[in-house]
């Protein structure tokens, strides 16, 4: 059953403190993307991959937000320093570039709360 | 103007009703459609797909493109409380970045 895989799924933290989730794509998947879920904005892009290389991340604030994909089977966001403001869902979804389709592939999502 | 307008409702409906929900959107660019269902505390699943216009049936469920409107629909036929769930509809042009509606909070009362 092919999934794409979060960790962690909740994490608490405090104002100030590095936070990095990290996602596995589902295998054969090479385009991977990071988003952030809140009531008052829903989904919005982050940022996201193709084949490892960042093509978009224009979404994301550069100031403390860095996305990565060391390996195919890896994708990382960190959060360097946490604010209150960054408390949200982030989803990483993943998506086959071969496949006609445009369908993404949703993970379980990290809960993000900054005190 | 958002590029994709979606009502976040809440939609409440009886067991068994036919539920229409919608989305319409402004990029005429746009060929490829899809309605995702969203369970509380969960990520965003794939339920349909279309390209370009038509229609497209799954089971209870039935997706519809109207490029001329800039119009799509999802109907769910039949609805069960399992049904309640937010669905988010999502639309891309050449590429591969997917352009989303704010969602639909829908509610089947048993």
């Known amino acids: 059953d092919a999934r794409v895989t979060q960790t962690p799924r909740h994490k608490v933290t405090e104002m100030g403190q590095e936070v990095t989730m990290r996602c596995q794509p589902i295998?054969?998947?090479?385009?991977v993307f990071w988003y952030r879920q809140t009531m008052m904005q829903g989904l919005e892009l982050l940022a996201y991959?193709?084949?490892?290389?960042?093509?978009?991340d224009s979404g994301m604030p550069k100031d403390r937000f860095s996305a990565e994909m060391p390996d195919a089977t890896l994708a990382t966001l960190k959060i360097q320093p946490s604010e209150p403001r960054d408390s949200a869902v982030y989803f990483c979804?993943?998506?086959?570039?071969?496949?006609?389709?445009?369908?993404?592939?949703f993970g379980p999502g990290t809960r993000l709360t900054v005190l | 103007q958002k590029e994709v307008e979606q009502d976040p409702g809440p939609l409440s409906v009886p067991e068994g009703a036919i539920v229409s929900l919608n989305c319409t959107y402004s990029?005429?660019?746009?060929?490829?459609f899809m309605w995702y269902r969203q369970y509380s505390r969960k990520g965003p699943e794939l339920l349909m797909y279309?390209?370009s216009s038509g229609n497209k049936e799954d089971g209870r469920f039935t997706a519809q493109v109207d490029k001329s409107s800039k119009y799509i629909s999802l109907f769910i036929r039949d609805s069960q409380p399992s049904d309640s769930a937010t669905y988010l509809c999502?639309?891309?042009?050449?590429?591969?970045?997917?352009?989303w509606g704010a969602g639909t909070k829908l509610i089947i009362k048993p």
């Open positions: 999502a639309m891309s042009a050449s590429n591969y970045q997917l352009i």
């Open positions: 991959f193709r084949n490892r290389a960042p093509l978009d």
């Open positions: 979804a993943s998506a086959n570039r071969d496949s006609p389709h445009r369908t993404q592939y």
């Open positions: 295998l054969g998947h090479n385009t």
């Open positions: 990029n005429s660019a746009f060929q490829y």
């Open positions: 279309t390209y």
